[in-house]
């Protein structure tokens, strides 16, 4: 299946140490070579790269890995086809608007016989469950919410929708619309909440470290939620199944 990263801070971050070493999951350290992206949120704008070709060795992930993009709400994937042609148009995040702001959603898993009627104007480019499952998403909270909810409200929807579709199969997926950074777990994701005192990491899958000392001030907050942990030498802390997490400003909110 798929892989998933997210990155939610109280401070514009790049996510260059994290990406490295995702990247190399798509199709060297592990076997998702078809195709991958990444959204990065600055203030209301936002900043989105797709690619179908492995990720690797993709030239636009080689330009990610370089230039220090800064954001307090990514979300990257990594592809494993299970449905959808391997283009463009099916790579993820994808992006919707609502209310004014955009939505990105990235889906890890394989929904079967989920194809529920959209009526509004949300309709799927691609030919993925996942897209189809993000438009749906997307028409129900619309539905659910006359103008923009908070975090709070817009949480308790997502938890009771995230069960109807999660019923169908696979469902981990990471969702923002640039205030906050939502992630579900069917089967595996995992979460880290870094601040002060900051301390090194080491990549699993590059041999590539940091210490984040170096590049953090004390009011520093960065959440990272990700399918496989990324490092060798911190603790990361795993869902349990059926589990949302919300995260702002670099912590996870409670509830």
């Known amino acids: 299946m798929c892989q998933l990263l997210g990155m939610n801070c109280n401070v514009p971050t790049d996510v260059q140490f994290s990406f490295t070493g995702f990247a190399q999951r798509g199709g060297r350290t592990d076997h998702h070579a078809d195709g991958w992206g990444i959204a990065f949120f600055e203030d209301r704008g936002l900043r989105h790269f797709v690619d179908h070709q492995p990720a690797c060795d993709s030239p636009v992930a080689g330009l990610i890995r370089r230039y220090p993009i800064k954001s307090r709400n990514v979300i990257a994937h990594i592809r494993k086809a299970t449905q959808g042609a391997v283009n463009l148009q099916n790579c993820h995040p994808f992006v919707r608007e609502l209310w004014g702001r955009y ?3 990235a889906h890890n898993g394989d929904l079967k016989d989920f194809r529920p ?22 028409q129900e909270l619309a539905k659910s919410h006359a103008g923009v909810p908070s975090v ?22 990471m969702l923002s619309n640039g205030q906050a950074l939502w ?45 496989t942990p990324l490092t060798t030498n911190e603790t990361w802390q795993p869902f349990a199944a059926g589990e949302l997490r919300v995260f702002q400003d670099g912590c996870r909110l409670g509830g």
Do not use: K, Y
């Not at 009627?117 to 997307?138: K, N």
């Not at 409200?153 to 109807?164: S, V």
């Not at 990549?203 to 520093?220: G, K, N, R, V």
């Open 183 to 227: 992630a579900h777990a069917s089967t595996h994701l995992w979460s880290i909440e870094r601040r002060h005192p900051f301390t090194e990491a080491r990549l699993a899958d590059e041999d590539l470290s940091i210490d984040f000392a170096q590049h953090t001030t004390p009011s520093d907050r960065v959440a990272v939620v990700v399918t």
């Open 152 to 173: 709070p409200e817009l949480t308790l929807t997502l938890r009771e929708l995230a069960p109807r579709i999660a019923r169908h199969g696979t469902f981990n997926f």
């Open 117 to 138: 009627r959209l009526h509004g104007h949300f309709r799927p480019v691609g030919g993925t469950d996942s897209e189809h499952a993000f438009c749906w998403l997307m």
């Open 103 to 105: 939505w990105v959603f």
